[in-house]
């Protein structure tokens, strides 16, 4: 609740909203305790007063009554019957929409066509028509507001509990013996609860505007009774002599459904999971450079493609800050593929993001080193300069294709856009380069294959269309991000030889991010083991894989399981990886290490560098030679 509480603070529109709402309800709850003038008592000696008159401070209306009286009595009337009908709205809307969704076919039917009709007619029409049949009143307007409101729940939960009810914690329940109302209650209610809060929170607004609306027609409060809109109602006749009587009301109104819009939006983005983050603006086109940006004098005069230099990348969330990429230096020559490796979490994707500025911003920022491509800095880089780089000179691999490929286009119309956004060719000519990279990919049909959808096609084909559009444009560069994690054994074999073959025959250099030693020794040059941010190891793959210098990548080697050895306990690293956010003094490894002494607690790490092998140990396992 506080961290809840922390999130929608943050958000200053919706602070300000909740402020002017609270502000609005207290005054309404202490309007007994006030001792204001009777609201239905009139004084025609005295109509019209203006406002800061002697007795009225708001003035007086068409019949001489006290509007500040009027205003907060009719203020906490539209209130009770907006919150009201939206209560009743999201209980009826919402049941309507669970069991549909829940029971589906004849069920779903009935109950989502009798949905179609009411949301056939036009909803003030509707609420007209409801309060005619049923006659003036407020009673009435309630109901009318809330049966024009009940498709709104009705079609929005009915959606979420669709894609809940085909859940495999649904299909364990019913396994359980549950019955089906048990199911709906432990199951369905507790997940979409959260959606119909935040349907009522972005509602109840609108709800106290169609309530003013059909008691400023007559059909809402009555007479003596009075509510915001039969306040707006009787004074409009008087707009242009007395704006004051009209004004006062209005102005009430304006600001009970902005606070709630403003609050109703900001309690959505706190309860959005994804915006948790602290990232409730809109992410900003490249990963934001710090303030206090530490740079490094780097070697311009490089043949590497890429070459990364002490580069520092952090989320910084609310007081906190996670050191993702730190201190993480590399380079890549013209046609080698070096593989990064860790556990998950310890850094390697952000690495690969921050080398073309894909890591969001907020709440991502690069905070230290440099990247140099081609001998060009891109920290710091102009949007279009990176623009002008992705997809065409670097391109990216990533591990889940059906993911990143667009749902509602072709492959073909994704593999051609990938060209002719870089390259003004004929498309024609585009059509041919696209066809013959399918081709490259030993994509069967390739032809064919430009008119399918990524869903139509298989895991592994879907893959090879990857690394097709990432060849488009001739990269001198590609960033595999575990491209071969989802697929199986066979297909993981065929898509490495694939990439192997590609960067032979084309030159291209590839960072290869993965957690699996097999794939590195089947494709990379070299490696780099990466632990909590740092990079604890790096050398030619064959010398890392025969004589691991570092505690770290022994003890991920002896993870890795071998066909033929017989019995044996498969090892298997003791604890967990530390929080990024509260790194330990020392080497980050320590806790985890066998070999770890009072040296490895506190200070900064050895680092022993000898030809082109690095570690980061007081206490390496081999002599590096």
């Not at 096609?457 to 994690?485: K, Y």
């Not at 050895?606 to 690095?614: D, F, K």
Request: charged share 20%; net charge negative; glycine share 8%.
């Amino acid at each position: 609740m506080t961290a809840f509480l922390k999130l929608l603070v943050r958000n200053r529109l919706a602070a300000f909203g909740g402020v002017v709402l609270a502000i609005i309800v207290f005054l309404v709850l202490v309007t007994p305790l006030l001792g204001l003038q009777d609201p239905a008592v009139t004084d025609t000696t005295n109509r019209f007063l203006r406002p800061l008159s002697d007795g009225h401070v708001l003035g007086t209306d068409h019949l001489g009554r006290d509007m500040l009286s009027r205003l907060l009595w009719g203020t906490q009337l539209s209130l009770a019957v907006g919150f009201a009908a939206a209560l009743i709205a999201a209980l009826i809307g919402s049941a309507i929409g669970i069991i549909a969704g829940y029971f589906g076919g004849r069920v779903d039917n009935i109950f989502m066509r009798c949905i179609d009709v009411l949301m056939a007619f036009p909803y003030i029409l509707l609420a007209l028509a409801i309060v005619a049949a049923l006659g003036p009143g407020l009673l009435n307007a309630l109901i009318a507001v809330a049966a024009v409101n009940i498709p709104f729940f009705a079609r929005n939960i009915r959606g979420v509990t669709v894609s809940l009810a085909q859940r495999e914690f649904v299909e364990a329940a019913k396994l359980c013996g549950m019955s089906d109302f048990r199911i709906i209650w432990s199951e369905i209610v507790p997940n979409v609860i959260p959606v119909i809060v935040i349907a009522m929170s972005t509602t109840i607004g609108w709800m106290i505007l169609e309530t003013a609306g059909l008691s400023f027609l007559g059909l809402g409060s009555q007479p003596p009774q009075a509510d915001l809109g039969s306040m707006l109602g009787e004074a409009r006749n008087s707009l242009i002599t007395d704006p004051h009587a009209s004004m006062v009301p209005g102005v009430m109104i304006f600001l009970i459904v902005m606070s709630i819009n403003l609050l109703g939006d900001g309690v959505r983005d706190a309860l959005d999971p994804r915006l948790k983050s602290g990232a409730l603006t809109r992410p900003q086109p490249s990963t934001k450079v710090s303030d206090t940006f530490n740079a490094v004098e780097a070697d311009e005069n490089n043949n590497a493609v890429l070459k990364v230099e002490q580069l520092e990348t952090q989320f910084h969330i609310n007081r906190r800050t996670y050191k993702a990429v730190n201190q993480v230096s590399f380079e890549i020559a013209p046609g080698e593929c070096l593989g990064l490796i860790g556990e998950s979490g310890s850094g390697k994707s952000v690495t690969a993001l921050s080398v073309m500025g894909l890591v969001a911003s907020p709440p991502g920022v690069i905070c230290g080193g440099d990247i140099r491509f081609n001998d060009e800095s891109l920290i710091g880089a102009d949007y279009e300069t990176l623009r002008n780089l992705r997809g065409k000179d670097v391109a990216y691999i990533f591990q889940d294709p059906l993911a990143t490929l667009h749902p509602l286009y072709r492959v073909g119309e994704q593999m051609l856009e990938a060209i002719l956004v870089h390259e003004k060719v004929p498309m024609n000519e585009a059509k041919e380069r696209a066809i013959s990279l399918l081709d490259a990919v030993h994509t069967p049909n390739a032809e064919e294959r430009m008119k399918a959808f990524p869903h139509e096609l298989s895991g592994g084909m879907r893959q090879r269309v990857a690394i097709a559009m990432a060849l488009v444009n001739n990269p001198s560069l590609i960033i595999a991000d575990e491209p071969t994690t989802a697929l199986d054994v066979t297909v993981q074999g065929q898509i490495l030889a694939l990439l192997d073959e590609l960067r032979r025959t084309r030159n291209v250099s590839v960072l290869f991010i993965t957690h699996d030693f097999g794939v590195v020794a089947q494709l990379c040059d070299r490696v780099a083991v990466m632990y909590a941010g740092k990079i604890v190891e790096t050398g030619p793959t064959e010398l890392v894989l025969d004589a691991p210098a570092h505690p770290y990548t022994k003890k991920l080697i002896a993870c890795v399981p071998e066909l033929g050895r017989g019995k044996g306990k498969l090892e298997a690293i003791p604890g967990l990886p530390p929080v990024v956010d509260k790194l330990p003094q020392g080497c980050a490894f320590a806790a985890r290490c066998s070999k770890a002494g009072e040296s490895c607690q506190q200070g900064e790490v050895a680092r022993t560098e000898v030809s082109n092998r690095m570690v980061l140990c007081h206490f390496p396992e081999e002599k590096l030679v």
